[in-house]
């Protein structure tokens, strides 16, 4: 039973162009969350998604962030022109519901660096 | 604003002996806690969840405590071993509000 799989584990990019992230849930999650973790730091919600909805995105960044969930397929977390301080991992998590007595199940993230 | 805090940001502990981690949160409200274990390279993992209806849980090896009244959980391993090395966080429901870690190093 596969568990939240992310790809791809490392990205590099230059400034400027665009970074695109994939998180495929666990089987039988219909809800994805994504979270970005600073070196030395914890994580940050970004944004909360279900099929074909963007159910809170309070904080993702105004400008150059996007994400989607399309019906098929995995969700992307899409980060447009690209900039040193994009440098970071972007973990994703899925659970079967709504988030409320159960635990978020995490990918092993991607690791995004700006050249 | 909604905060989750843990009070040590290193513990050292010699292999055999228990740990406990603490965590503190800002929201009362707060209904539904997590502690996840991250590994170097690797995504939160899930540990152990407490609802606010309990004060304790337990699991293999770990048990969490919360103590409502000064709005506190603690996580705390019996026999620490080297495999329990990374880093700890607690976290709260809904967005999970990550507070930062505690780095657990596990001595031989």
């Known amino acids: 039973n596969a568990g939240v799989m992310q790809n791809p584990r490392h990205l590099v990019r230059r400034r400027g162009q665009e970074a695109r992230l994939r998180c495929s849930p666990m089987?039988?999650?219909?809800?994805v969350y994504w979270y970005r973790q600073l070196p030395e730091e914890g994580l940050k919600f970004m944004v909360y998604l279900q099929k074909e909805n963007i159910i809170d995105e309070s904080g993702m960044p105004k400008e150059r962030f996007s994400a989607e969930f399309p019906k098929e397929g995995p969700s992307i977390l899409r980060i447009q022109q690209v900039v040193r301080g994009d440098s970071a991992a972007y973990f994703c998590?899925?659970?079967?519901?709504?988030?409320?007595?159960?635990?978020?199940?995490f990918g092993d993230g991607t690791r995004l660096s700006i050249l | 604003g909604e905060s989750v805090g843990l009070h040590l940001p290193t513990l050292s502990v010699q292999e055999g002996d228990n740990s406990i981690i603490n965590c503190a949160y800002s929201n009362s409200a707060s209904d539904y806690f997590i502690w996840y274990k991250q590994e170097s390279g690797k995504g939160p993992q899930f540990i152990i969840d407490i609802r606010s209806n309990m004060d304790k849980r337990q699991g293999q090896r770990v048990t969490v405590l919360l103590n409502k009244t000064v709005k506190h959980l603690s996580l705390q391993i019996a026999a620490t071993q080297p495999g329990d090395s990374a880093v700890y966080f607690c976290?709260?429901?809904?967005?999970?509000?990550f507070g930062q870690g505690t780095t657990l190093q596990v001595k031989p």
């Open positions: 998590a899925s659970s079967p519901g709504q988030v409320t007595d159960q635990p978020q199940h």
């Open positions: 976290a709260e429901r809904g967005k999970l509000i």
């Open positions: 089987k039988g999650h219909s809800h």
